[in-house]
């Protein structure tokens, strides 16, 4: 049977911002369709009032003429609307069929039957009995993409969900959303991924500041189309210029090991590299494979064996965090509400936090705010802030805005060797672009990077090695240009190539 | 010596009683925890339980009305927690403190004209049996009705959390709240449950010690009981089972150190006193050392208000 999903005038106002501006969409089941759209353009807003978690202000949602009310996510479910959420919905400590029956009305065993059955037919293959926590992301989604199917759903919708796969994952994910199709359910896409949408959909509604700006076949599409309807102007392309490396080592890793007492951390296993001065070197991998494992040895919140890591002809293994610094060392962690920044802090507070001895930002144990203020201020306008008001609190910043008051903090004392962690995660493409483009600039500056990253695209563009970590033990170290897509996909996954 | 076997018996069967307010506190605050609400008034709770319980026997007579009031106050007085924290989204730390506090002053207040008034004698079951075998009479015969439930109740605790969709659907709430509201499962509803399941515990583990007990009322009664069973939560990793053993170890070591004392042994009084709270806290931390099954039990949301926004 046909399924025929309609929104109309929808409308969502937060304090300070449109989230959905009047949209309008329509949507017919056997075709696949995108919503595309950057960070804050309302497509989550969207699809959250599809799945009855947000309630909007206006607009009706038509389901086969069927006016819906959905005030809560159990009326989406009833409503054969099925939705699989960027962050996960599942119970992490309960097993997963606990994980499953929670929301189903059905006997234990009817129900284990059920799941096998949509397991068999979809070459699922998930151990039902332990708890979700010892899943990969891969295999979370699969509990959560079963959790809608034992409704047999009309509708999927699917928001963000490549975001931590791998790309074998991926190519797995997008066969059984095809299936899923070819089998009547109307699926709804979201994502930013420009590559995904023309790779799956049929048809793609583009999205941006609440507003909905297009909607189109595929097949009148490009890559390059797409991006300037979601950004909204044309983007010029950055690229890395292949510059000449020096010889000369700046850090150097010898036998660096870490064994966590964590069970949920992922222990470190002979970890081996150097970076030369210039130089970036890439560190691929899936998320929870050691990286922010890796990142805390690096930065000294963890510590480690003196002599495993050589800068600069030191050995500052055992030293920490600040002290480090002393040696010209800065670092971008990955969280940066968390670790990067405080978020109730001022943002020329947050700038104090990072203090260099050299840069006189306290006397005799006072706080030398007239310093700290003016640092501030060239922090601001050097690395493109897009505010002008110092003493906010650094949780209003946009995450843009945020990662560059971060990595302008780090970069205005012109550090050495430059750690970063996932720069642009969740970041729209605007303050993509600029990140990318300040780190280019670093390293045409003959200083180093390390850079952490879990997005593939990123690191091929910046680096120039690249290693692939995967469960805590590291790859050999590959000249970017010897390196594709696919093979870092194959490393990721623990396959091995030559 | 000889030791007759009737007076390890009674011992034992001492060790059980003053286990039971520990075990019917701290199996009703781990159902509140579970759920992701930390409730520090179970100290308050349980002393607003002993003066209600009091109260209510002295001025009705009835002891059925006098437990079920001890609990009903306790429901009420976690009822205000329950609105603070769960409806105006205030500390859970702080309001569990004010409530405690406002507990022991309230109950101070009314408990003035109940000093020095005798108790009534609570009816027990079995107690024709308590003779037929030496030693196991005396322990499994001829006690109140709050004691055998008190020590049936950390297995009912463990088959709710562990076999039943309401203790399911505690222990989600407890994990994530967020994916719970998003599975359309009404957290708030299911804390506010939880929050006044554990008053209510608490309210009858208060009325144990002023009625069963120790029959009478004195200001403070509970003396920092509320304290040990929040600790037991903790330490026994939110298990229910492993709450009665700490319970026991607790209780029984409370007993013997009097025991001890009595009979001269030459070790300072203080560290006897202290004795029970050492040696269950390392029993516990010993027994529930696995770091997974910890993080297997814990709940993830403990302490978070949870705020859903639409």
Redesign the interface.
Known sequence: MNTNLKISNVTKIYPGCIANDNVSLEFNSGKIYALLGENGAGKSTLVKIL?????PDEGKIHLNENNLQLN???DA?KNDIGMV?QH???????SVF?NL???SDEQRESLREKIDSIMKKYNFSIDLDI?V?NLSAGQKQKVEIIRCLIRSPKVLIMDEPTSVLTEQETSELFLSLKKFSEEGILIIYITHKLKEVMQLCDEVAVMRRGKLVSVSQIKNENLESLANKMVGQRLKTIKKKKANISSDQLIKITNLNFIS????ETNLNDINFSVNKGECLGIAGISGNGQSELFQVLSGEILSDKNSIEFNKNYIGDLNPQERREYMVAFSPEDRLEQAAIPQMKIFENVALNNFKSSNFFNNGLINEKKIREHSKKIISDFNVNTDNIDLKSQFLSGGNLQKLIMGRELITSPDLLICFNPTWGLDVGAINYIHETLIKINENNKSIILISTDTDELLKLSDKISVINKGKLSKIMNADEVTSEKLGVLMGGGEID | MIIDINFVGLIITSIMASAVPLILASCGELITERSGVLNLGVEGMMIIGAISGFALMTVTGSLFIAVFGAMLAGVLISTIFAFLTQTLITNHVATGLALTIFGIGISAMIGKNFVGIPGKEFPVLFNSLKDTIPFLSPILFGHSIVFYFAFALPFFTNYFLKKT?IG??V??VG??P????????NVRLVRYACILYGGAMCGLAGAYLSMIYTPQWIENMTGGRGWIALALVVFSTWNPIKILIGAMIFGGLTIIQFHMQAMGVRIPVQFLTALPYIVTIVVLVVISRD??KI????P?SLGKSFYKD?
């Open positions: 799945s009855g978690v947000i309630i809560s996510p159990l479910k959420f996960f919905n599942l119970f992490e400590t309960l606990e029956i929670i929301d708890p926590l007492e964590d069970p949920f | 969709k399911l659907i222990r989600a994990d994530s967020e994916s719970a509201s998003n599975q359309g499962i770091s997974r993080r297997l039990s814990t993830s639409n």
